[in-house]
């Protein structure tokens, strides 16, 4: 059941933490053994500005997702990448419902089981997500949130999951936030819940097709593209 409890957002502490968060999903080992793609996939928090010395302004994309609701973007500025010339950009505007000027509201009551929600609420905007990643000219391409930790961690979770991906290292790659963000602190047991579930449907290919809703085929072509021959 969800609570109605507002909690405030401080735009003007996220505005500092602007194009941070960053890293390259790739490298990781994923199914049989082969690495996931280096300069396919990248995370980070909201791109409102980019500094000088920032990795991003030297990428050269093709494909940028934003995550944030339309609040967030209102409020910290359009993604700086998205006016790029050949950069196309893609707004899922994840948790519009939850969020207004005077902050959001939570959508679970229980710590734990937060990352979990932003799944389960979002299973829409994930399948969309999901069915992006499954064009074939869209890489390289970069994905945020404000924060580019919640979000962003959940979804960088299940892309993973689906390269083959261990747990640990999927752990690893949601804890990287916490270098950044150095109050409230994330923990490895938030993912949990999720992992759980993906458990009980019986794997990540059975748990995107049936919660998330991809299709067989577009879960191979994202696996074809993200992991090394």
């Known amino acids: 059941m969800i609570k109605q409890q507002r909690v405030v957002i401080d735009f003007d502490l996220l505005r500092q933490f602007s194009a941070r968060n960053f890293r390259d999903l790739g490298g990781r080992p994923g199914s049989g053994g082969r690495l996931i793609r280096t300069g396919k996939v990248y995370r980070s928090s909201h791109l409102g500005a980019v500094p000088l010395e920032s990795p991003i302004r030297q990428l050269h994309l093709r494909t940028l997702v934003t995550l944030q ?30 969020f207004s000027s005077k902050g959001y509201t939570r959508i679970s009551d229980d710590p734990a089981k937060v990352h979990l929600a ?21 890489y390289p391409l970069l994905f945020h949130c404000s924060a580019g930790r919640d979000r962003t961690g959940v979804g960088a979770a299940m892309l993973l999951s689906l390269l ?53 085929d577009e879960l191979a072509i994202i696996r074809q593209d993200l992991l090394e021959a």
Do not use: Y
């Not at 261990?166 to 949601?174: C, E, L, M, N, P």
């Open 118 to 138: 932003l799944v389960m609420h979002f299973r829409e905007d994930w399948r969309r997500f999901f069915k992006l990643l499954a064009e074939r000219d869209v």
């Open 164 to 216: 083959g991906v261990s747990r640990a290292r999927i752990v690893a790659d949601f804890l990287e936030s916490n270098v950044v963000f150095t109050k409230a602190l994330l923990t490895g047991e938030q993912l949990d819940p999720l992992f759980e579930l993906i458990d009980e449907t019986g794997g990540i290919e059975p748990f995107m097709r049936e919660v998330i809703g991809s299709t067989a």
């Open 69 to 98: 609701s339309r609040v967030e973007v209102k409020h910290l500025g359009e993604p700086e990448p998205a006016s790029r010339a050949g950069v196309r950009w893609e707004h899922i505007p994840m948790g519009d419902e939850w």
